[in-house]
C-alpha cells in the first residue's frame, strides 16, 4: 500500500520518505549508508554524509509541521544504533528534545514513530 501524504518536499526526499516509512511501519531501523544511494549519497564522502543530514532535516521538519514524530529516528549509525548528534541538535533546535538524557529522548521518539506508523 503506498499512501502519498501531501509533504511538499522534492522528488529526492519523497524517495527517502517512502523508505523510512517501509521501515517504521516494519518497526525496525536501518542505518545511513542504506538510506544514502537512494539519493545518489556516499557515506564515505564527507560532504555526502552533510546532505544525507540535510535531507533527512527536511523530511523531519515536514514530519513535525504535519503533527507527526521525527521519522529519521529509524536512521542509526551501524555502531552507535542511535542516529547522529545532528538529529539531536534538530529536536532541541524546535523544542522538542528539551532535557539533557539523548537516549531516552532518542528511544521515545522511536517509539512514537514506530506507533503512528504501524498505523498509517
Not at 525496525?28 to 537512494?38: E, F, G, H, W
Request: proline share 3%; net charge neutral.
Amino acid at each position: 500500500m503506498r499512501i502519498h501524504i501531501n509533504t511538499g518536499i522534492n522528488t529526492m526526499n519523497e524517495i527517502i520518505y517512502q523508505e523510512l516509512m517501509k521501515i517504521a511501519r516494519k518497526k525496525t531501523v536501518t542505518y545511513y549508508s542504506d538510506i544514502a544511494p537512494l539519493a545518489g549519497l556516499n557515506m564515505d564522502l564527507p560532504e555526502d554524509r552533510v546532505r544525507i543530514g540535510q535531507l533527512l532535516d527536511d523530511i523531519n521538519h515536514d514530519e513535525h509541521t504535519n503533527g507527526r514524530p521525527l521519522i529519521s529516528a529509524v536512521v542509526v549509525h551501524k555502531g552507535a544504533l542511535r542516529p547522529g548528534e545532528g538529529f539531536f541538535k534538530m529536536a532541541k533546535d524546535w523544542g522538542i528534545f528539551k532535557g539533557n538524557d539523548s537516549d531516552t529522548f532518542y528511544i521515545q521518539e522511536l517509539r512514537k514513530v514506530h506507533d503512528y506508523w504501524s498505523t498509517h
